[in-house]
């Protein structure tokens, strides 16, 4: 029965989506739900997208061994990712009314910067939508009692998912978030009341919190720990900023009012309400002791829906799942159609100039299906990977190789083409060689990155003109000497 219900809800999703589907007529209502998206559906649509698996399940997963030191990344940075798009990137990006994320590199440094900053944020997306369609697979193997595989559901989940964001796109992804973003916290609101009157109480889940030191947040006073906590703080703070999903919501908003202040308030709204996931989880550990802690010792993730399957009623299982769903929809859905429009727009384009709105159109589709695919495919072949490191790795390769060019190419003049390529180059480089020696074990490897991409931006941007200057000089200087020794001859 609770299987059935399930389908039910998406296949109701499914027609919802299809019937935004009616409002896309061109590529820009594909894309960006042709710029007229209000604030509250800018607020719920950043809010929905961010709240995905790692929130409902790998969070949880990750406090509950290691306290909130261990999630600094998630939903903190995360959630100040958000923040800080708000007040300092969407105004200047808004005004340029740009279809992608990489219109905007070819705009300040030209095709090369353009194809390559491409490139690295469609890699970032395959670890960030293979964790919803991980999850996604998780479900219906718990749903089901075993009898769907996890990859088996993985394939049902993303087909889900794709029956409306392909017709739809941005649309489609907006409306439903809107929708899904109500039934998830409401949701997961009723579970935690319910799960802390089983508890005993609020009270007595925050005692334990409080006796097992989950709420210990800054670093031990070391070298190691500190950079390492500066690592993951910043990798989806900054990582997150150069991705197409927030530049999506930031486009599709109907001024620049909502585009500024949808974010901030998504933001805050995420990280306020990641706690209740990790409330629910603590909660399982009074409810349920001994298997929580076995199932903390093979898979943490799997202690909150099996908190709800087996000590919670029917009506309670419902709604979890429902909201599960919600959460995993939302984000895979926007997570799919962002890839595939930025590889249509600033590479496939480069080979296949446009001939019509039409057609691109077409491309644009055809583009999200393949991209499924490979997702789909991706996330089978990762199995037993953890969900909450599968998104971690995700926006490393952003951080190192796209935040730079974009923060210097808004806010610095003298910032160029050079400066760009150089601290891409040197960003990943650094990267790749912390992450594949014993020196990432001492420093981490993205913040390397994202040191060696700064020093790369700089010394492009800035050494060419001290080389002119220096042969300026000695041009000067040798020709000013040249001249008083003829005057005394």
Not at 69 to 77: A, K
Not at 432 to 444: C, D, R, S, V, W
Request: some cysteine; glycine content about 8%.
């Amino acid at each position: 029965m609770l299987l059935t219900l399930v389908i039910l809800y998406l296949l109701v999703t499914i027609a919802i989506g299809l019937w935004a589907a009616k409002r896309v007529k061109n590529t820009t209502d594909f894309a960006i739900a042709g710029r007229h998206l209000p604030l509250v559906m800018i607020v719920t649509t950043t809010f929905a997208t961010w709240f995905g698996s790692e929130t409902v399940l790998g969070i949880p997963a990750k406090f509950v061994q290691t306290g909130l030191n261990g999630v600094v990344e998630d939903p903190f940075g995360a959630g100040s990712c958000l923040i800080l798009v708000g007040l300092f990137f969407a105004a200047k990006l808004y005004r340029m009314t740009l279809l992608t994320i990489s219109d905007y590199y070819r705009e300040r440094y030209g095709r090369v910067v353009e194809v390559v900053c491409s490139f690295i944020i469609i890699l970032s997306y395959l670890g960030w939508v293979s964790a919803q369609v991980t999850a996604l697979g998780l479900v219906f193997n718990l749903l089901s009692g075993g009898a769907i595989s996890v990859p088996v559901g993985m394939v049902i989940g993303t087909a889900s998912i794709l029956a409306y964001t392909l017709f739809g796109g941005m649309w489609s992804v907006a409306v439903t978030d809107f929708i899904q973003m109500i039934i998830l916290v409401v949701g997961l609101s009723i579970i935690a009341w319910f799960a802390a009157d089983k508890a005993g109480g609020a009270d007595k889940v925050i005692a334990l919190a409080t006796s097992q030191d989950m709420f210990k947040f800054l670093p031990e006073p070391s070298f190691h720990d500190i950079v390492f906590f500066i690592g993951a703080a910043i990798t989806m703070m900054l990582g997150s900023i150069p991705q197409q999903d927030v530049f999506q919501r930031v486009m599709s908003a109907k001024n620049e009012y909502a585009a500024t202040r949808g974010p901030v308030i998504g933001g805050i709204c995420y990280i306020l309400f990641a706690f209740v996931p990790m409330f629910i989880v603590v909660s399982a550990l009074i409810i349920m002791p001994e298997e929580a802690k076995q199932l903390i010792a093979e898979d943490p993730q799997k202690v909150i829906p099996t908190l709800v399957i087996d000590r919670m009623p029917f009506v309670m299982q419902v709604i979890f799942f429902g909201a599960l769903l919600s959460a995993l929809k939302s984000t895979a859905s926007a997570t799919l159609l962002a890839p595939s429009v930025t590889f249509v727009e600033n590479i496939w384009r480069q080979f296949f100039p446009r001939v019509s709105d039409k057609q691109e159109l077409r491309t644009m589709r055809i583009a999200v299906l393949l991209f499924s695919a490979c997702v789909c495919a991706y996330a089978i072949a990762l199995q037993g990977t953890s969900i909450y490191e599968m998104v971690s790795g995700a926006y490393q390769v952003t951080l190192v190789g796209a935040f730079v060019p974009l923060v210097f190419g808004l806010y610095w003049k003298r910032a160029t083409t050079q400066g760009a390529i150089f601290a891409i180059v040197l960003g990943v480089i650094a990267w790749l060689l912390f992450l594949m020696t014993p020196a990432g074990e001492q420093f981490p490897a993205q913040l390397a990155g994202f040191l060696a991409g700064i020093v790369g931006m700089l010394l492009g941007s800035l050494g060419p003109q001290a080389i002119r200057d220096v042969q300026g000089s000695h041009h000067r200087l040798a020709g000013g000497g040249g001249s008083a020794a003829s005057q005394a001859a």
